[in-house]
């Protein structure tokens, strides 16, 4: 009995460490079109970004204010696919 436990525990790590999921995600570049100033909390402004990748789709990410970005930047975003 204990080496069928032994035996089904063994298969069944080694069938939970295999995976053949394939990568849901693509990169695709996103350029900044707006940068807005919001209070997340009191006292704490963060810069809120707009971004929007060649499909039109946006979106938005929050920074602290000692970072500096300019209109038209462009960054690689994981989008789903």
């Known amino acids: 009995m204990k080496a069928v436990l032994v035996l ?14 394939e990568i849901q995600v ?14 997340r909390q009191t006292e704490n402004e963060k810069q809120l970004f707009t971004w929007r990748d060649q499909k039109n789709v946006e979106y938005t990410s929050f920074e602290s204010m000692s ?15």
């Open 8 to 21: 089904a525990m063994v298969a069944a790590v080694l069938t939970g460490c295999y995976s053949t999921r």
């Open 26 to 39: 693509e990169m695709v570049d996103a350029t900044l079109i707006r940068i807005d100033t919001v209070n």
């Open 67 to 81: 970072k500096v970005y300019t209109v038209g930047t462009t960054i690689t975003v994981l989008r789903a696919r």
